[in-house]
């Protein structure tokens, strides 16, 4: 196969690819920016609402009771290093892709995954609490989880 040759010597084979990767990282740069993806590396609630579709959720925390003592990472992400980062990456890239398509189910729902992480956050926090309702091993059966009961604790009464 021969290869064909461009400006200066440089190889088109070579080119192609150089091109297509600095377009995609201008593309993902410029996309990053826009979305002001770097609010989300802070634990500023209001970031959670850089999507229109958030702003009845931050509105309903801002009414809750746990609005004084804790943010939306305190309930949503894990409480270790790893697992809150790798949360925030892996729930950052399936909401962009579910805002960007718009195929997300509307009014939008927490996966069972990020269901049990705040299930052990809720925990965590309420230990003292909750042990001997964990103790006994009723949270952990199907269908029982402190929102179950406790819905409007961290979003506010239901409209």
Same mark, same amino acid.
């Given at each position: 196969?021969?290869?064909?040759?461009w400006?200066?010597?440089?190889?088109?084979?070579?080119?192609?690819?150089?091109?297509?990767?600095?377009?995609?990282?201008?593309?993902?740069?410029?996309?990053?920016?826009?979305?002001?993806?770097?609010?989300?590396?802070?634990?500023?609630?209001?970031?959670?609402?850089?999507?229109?579709?958030?702003?009845?959720?931050?509105?309903?925390?801002?009414?809750?009771?746990?609005?004084?003592? +804790?943010? @939306?990472?305190? $309930? =949503?992400?894990?409480?270790?290093?790893?697992?809150?980062? #790798?949360?925030? %990456?892996?729930?950052?890239?399936?909401?962009?892709?579910?805002?960007?398509?718009?195929?997300?189910?509307?009014?939008?729902?927490?996966?069972?995954?990020?269901?049990?992480?705040?299930? +052990?956050? @809720?925990?965590? $926090? =309420?230990?003292?609490?909750?042990?001997d309702?964990?103790? #006994?091993?009723? %949270?952990?059966?199907?269908?029982?989880?402190?929102?179950?009961?406790?819905?409007?604790?961290?979003h506010?009464?239901?409209?």
């Amino acid at each position: 196969m021969r290869l064909l040759k461009w400006a200066g010597g440089v190889k088109l084979v070579v080119l192609v690819p150089c091109l297509l990767a600095g377009a995609a990282a201008g593309l993902g740069s410029y996309t990053f920016w826009y979305a002001e993806g770097g609010s989300y590396f802070s634990n500023d609630p209001r970031s959670c609402a850089n999507c229109h579709v958030m702003n009845d959720h931050l509105d309903s925390w801002q009414k809750s009771s746990h609005h004084a003592v +804790a943010t @939306c990472n305190d $309930c =949503h992400t894990p409480h270790d290093f790893f697992g809150k980062w #790798l949360t925030k %990456a892996r729930n950052g890239f399936w909401h962009s892709k579910g805002f960007t398509l718009q195929d997300f189910h509307e009014p939008i729902r927490i996966t069972p995954r990020n269901a049990a992480v705040l299930q +052990a956050n @809720c925990i965590t $926090c =309420h230990q003292e609490l909750t042990h001997d309702i964990t103790t #006994l091993g009723s %949270a952990g059966e199907p269908g029982n989880n402190c929102v179950r009961c406790h819905a409007a604790v961290g979003h506010g009464p239901a409209r």
